[in-house]
T-cell receptor, first 117, second 115 residues
Framework: AQTVTQSQPEMSVQEAETVTLSCTYD???????LFWYKQPPSRQMILVIR??????QNATENRFSVNFQKAAKSFSLKISDSQLGDAAMYFC??????????????FGAGTILRVKS | EAQVTQNPRYLITVTGKKLTVTCSQN?????MSWYRQDPGLGLRQIYY???????DKGDVPEGYKVSRKEKRNFPLILESPSPNQTSLYFC??????????????FGPGTRLLVL
């Protein structure tokens, strides 16, 4: 079974600075998807960025980028020019492409990001 | 507008009183899932459905039931709720094709308190 670990329960960043959230995962599969979700106080789940494992190029979405290290099974999220609106819980998630797992997302425990003005 | 809806959004109930949380999607998605979110544990899959009349257990199915009689609806049933089912619940859907692996549509969440 796959597992996802987020070792940072909480992180803080100064507005306009850069912060990196860590995520590691365990799998025996060679192709899969990885995601970062943002959950603001409204509790809504918002997709921030996704990466397919066979793509070597790291995904980027505006101020958000990932450092995907497949061999190390690491998938960190970098937020540049942090804004007050970035304050939220961030979840790292894994999805197998094997239908045996029923299209399940496996989530980490989450990292609370606080942004200081 | 493409969306997943859940009702109710908030619910306080007592131990043993049967309840149903409804979930509906308007995107004709084959796959639907229920997750529960607990502090320090992230989200965990309760049940999933790959199509009408096809359902299976996720990682934490105990105490829950589901049904998929129509493609758009996937209700979560707690026959006899207990306090350890106090949680935040999410319904989610996505299409079956490869592109559907890239995304997941989440409902707004249902916060349940069982006294």
């Amino acid at each position: 079974a796959q597992t996802v670990t987020q070792s940072q329960p909480e992180m803080s960043v100064q507005e306009a600075e850069t912060v990196t959230l860590s995520c590691t995962y365990d799998t025996s599969e060679s192709d899969y998807y990885l995601f970062w979700y943002k959950q603001p106080p409204s509790r809504q789940m918002i997709l921030v960025i996704r990466q397919e494992a066979y793509k070597q190029q790291n995904a980027t979405e505006n101020r958000f980028s990932v450092n995907f290290q497949k061999a190390a099974k690491s998938f960190s999220l970098k937020i540049s020019d942090s804004q007050l609106g970035d304050a939220a819980m961030y979840f790292c998630a894994y999805r197998s492409l094997d239908m045996e797992y029923g299209n399940k997302l496996v989530f980490g425990a989450g990292t609370i990001l606080r942004v200081k003005s | 507008e493409a969306q997943v809806t859940q009702n109710p959004r908030y619910l306080i109930t007592v131990t043993g009183k049967k309840l149903t949380v409804t979930c509906s999607q308007n995107m004709n998605h084959e796959y639907m899932s229920w997750y529960r979110q607990d502090p320090g544990l992230g989200l965990r899959q309760i049940y999933y459905s790959m199509n009408v009349e096809v359902t299976d257990k996720g990682d934490v199915p105990e105490g829950y039931k589901v049904s998929r009689k129509e493609k758009r609806n996937f209700p979560l049933i707690l026959e006899s709720p207990s306090p350890n089912q106090t949680s935040l619940y999410f319904c989610a859907s996505n299409p079956r094709d490869r592109a559907g692996q890239e995304t997941q549509y989440f409902g707004p969440g249902t916060r349940l308190l069982v006294l």
